[in-house]
């Protein structure tokens, strides 16, 4: 049975899935579509369940295939990571992280974390890439990523968590705002004025849509941009006030001559986490950084 499952075919089997079709996940691979219907054959022959079902909206999983998509995606990431640290080896780089982070780490602390972290392990390579927190943690499960980092209020769910740092959500107004004089404000009353939306579909923009809902309301946007940086000149412009981290504002308050108002709501003080699959299962290279944010960059109390 074991001589079915190589990385080629589990590779196929996971394009069929993907694609849900044959057809596009031979064009998608460059094989001759016949080559992965026998090789998907052969597979459910040994076992002697199927893996695929036709419907009319193209291929699912059958349970089984289910199971076998979860395991093929965790043997080929493996293999994925393996090559990649063996092959920095030659280039005298012992060890690469990958890391997926959400845009309020990567507008905040992190970089510098991750800089001293270098200057620390200079033989480590740290790829950083930004990722909303659910795609963070899909990419941790299915081994795209060695490291996470986002808010704690996503879906985690059978991920191990290290505490990285805190922050809090504040409403970036002008100086001449309403609300600019106020030294705090429940979120309920900035729904009085237009926003600006902030990466939507991210779990901040899903936290404050929930909490307008709970209120009764609804947000006003009135433009939208996907950094904080760009909501800050939005805001300076008059276009309207932005939620945005007390910790991400402060660069922009001054020379833009913003006013920063810390929200009263209990969710706008946010945890932020280390995310990874399991710590035993990590490189040398990213148990050193992931543990290095956690002990290094957030000291507790």
Known sequence: MKRYFDPISLRLFIAVCEERNIARAAEREAIVASAISKRLAAIEDEIGVPL???????????????????????????????????????????????????????????PDDIGRFLALHRSVRVSLEERVSSEIARGIREGTADVGVCWDAGDLAGLETLHYRDDHLSAVVPAVHPLAHRKSVAFGETLAFDQIEIQPGSIVQITLHRAAAVAGQIIRHR???????????????????????????????RSLRLRIVPLTDRWAQRRFVV???????????????????HEVAAPRT
Do not use: W
């Not at 995310?275 to 944010?293: E, K």
């Open 52 to 110: 695929i079902k036709r419907r009319r909206r193209g291929i699912e999983p059958t349970p089984a295939g289910e199971a076998l998509l979860r395991h093929a995606r965790d043997v080929l990431g493996m293999l994925d990571r393996m090559r990649n640290e063996l092959s920095e080896f030659a280039t005298g780089t012992q060890g690469s992280v990958r890391v997926f982070a959400s845009l309020s780490v990567l507008s905040e602390s992190l």
């Open 223 to 253: 433009i939208q941009v996907s950094t904080f940086d760009a909501a800050c000149r939005n805001v300076a412009a008059g276009l309207g006030i932005a939620i945005v981290p007390q910790e991400a504002a402060d660069a922009h308050a």
């Open 275 to 293: 995310c990874v699959r399991s710590r035993d299962s990590l490189s040398a290279a990213a148990r050193l950084l992931a543990d290095y944010l």
